[in-house]
């Protein structure tokens, strides 16, 4: 059904220019007949956000994604946070009600989704999380909703890993390690799931990997590299020579955007039409 009702959604950050959002909402919504449906990229230097809260209601945005720099400090400036965002402690949704802005994080939603597709269950396990940064957060949370046994974080900063660690304490049993610790090396020994919350491999630095023996990890443990671009990032080709499972970015992208439009939209967004603009956008990067 074509709507001809004009809607207006974006994306806040800085920089922006490298989003692939205003493609793939852009697509979606084209799909589903919103042809008046505009997605903008909207560039916002730190010190100007408040400022652009207020024009996303002045302007009567339905909706904006939220990028970094901004997923923390904008839950100062919005009216409610979802309880998910508020355990993690960012936000990258944000949905206008009438004036009424609300903060979500899609992140939990996309993580988890992706680990069903894949038929891979954390209730039990015990998950290896390298990295804790901002996606980790929202990962540690999903595991912990899906009451995994374990979670061991290892990272290069232990003193962040260690924080990170005690913010979610009461949530589940969560230790943090040096990456590079013997400690750790033994706790890669047990792991059911291994998962790269860092950029190490991100494209261009495609020779980079997490400074992980992936020969430590039991037979048939499960390898996830969060990172979407390349499609396969060195760490997850070692592990595929080594026989392990494996899982790349893109669902939990193509996921949390789902979720997003089902926010904004009250639907649920065409997924091949989805999937395909963000393949095409990201083979022409
Ligand atoms: P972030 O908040 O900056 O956190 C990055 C983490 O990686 C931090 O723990 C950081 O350690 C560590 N790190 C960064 N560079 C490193 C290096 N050279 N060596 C060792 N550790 C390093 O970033 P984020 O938002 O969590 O995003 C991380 C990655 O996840 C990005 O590649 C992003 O594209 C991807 N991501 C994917 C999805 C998806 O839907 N598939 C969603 C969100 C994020 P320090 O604290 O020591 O700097």
Same mark, same amino acid.
């Given at each position: ?197 860092? &950029?190490? !491999?991100? *494209? ?6 997490? $400074?992980?023996?992936? +020969? @430590? #990890? &039991?037979? !048939?443990? *499960? ?6 671009? $390349?499609?396969?990032? +060195? @760490? #997850? ?16 992208? @193509? #996921? ?30």
């Amino acid at each position: 059904m074509i709507s001809s009702e004009i809607k207006n959604f974006g994306i806040l950050g800085y920089p922006v220019v490298h989003s692939l959002s205003p493609q793939m909402y852009k697509a979606a919504f084209e799909a589903a007949g919103f042809v008046n449906y505009n997605y903008i990229p909207l560039q916002v230097h730190t010190g100007k956000l408040f400022m652009a809260v207020e024009a996303i209601k002045g302007l009567d945005f339905r909706g904006v994604n939220v990028t970094i720099p901004h997923k923390t400090t904008i839950m100062n400036y919005l009216d409610a946070v979802d309880s998910d965002a508020l355990v993690i402690g960012a936000v990258n949704t944000v949905v206008n009600d009438g004036g009424m802005l609300t903060g979500y994080n899609t992140d939990v939603a996309g993580f988890l989704a992706a680990l069903a597709e894949a038929n891979f269950l954390p209730e039990d396990c015990h998950a290896v999380v390298l990295g804790a940064g901002g996606a980790a957060r929202a990962i540690l949370w999903g595991l912990c909703k899906r009451r995994a046994e374990f979670i061991t974080i290892g990272a290069r900063n232990l003193q962040k890993a260690q924080a990170l660690a005690k913010d979610f304490m009461n949530q589940g049993a969560v230790e943090a390690f040096d990456w590079l610790s013997d400690e750790f090396k033994e706790m890669l020994q047990t792991a059911d799931i291994l998962i790269n919350t860092t &950029p190490l !491999g991100m *494209f261009p630095n495609v020779d980079d990997m997490p $400074p992980i023996d992936l +020969k @430590l #990890l &039991p037979e !048939g443990a *499960f390898v996830y590299d969060i990172i979407y671009n $390349p499609a396969e990032t +060195k @760490l #997850l080709k070692t592990a595929k020579e080594l026989g392990f499972p494996t899982l790349n970015g893109l669902s939990m992208l @193509l #996921l949390q955007g789902k979720e997003a439009y089902r926010l904004y939209t009250g639907q649920i967004p065409d997924m091949e039409v989805m999937e395909r603009t963000l393949k095409e956008t990201l083979s022409k990067k």
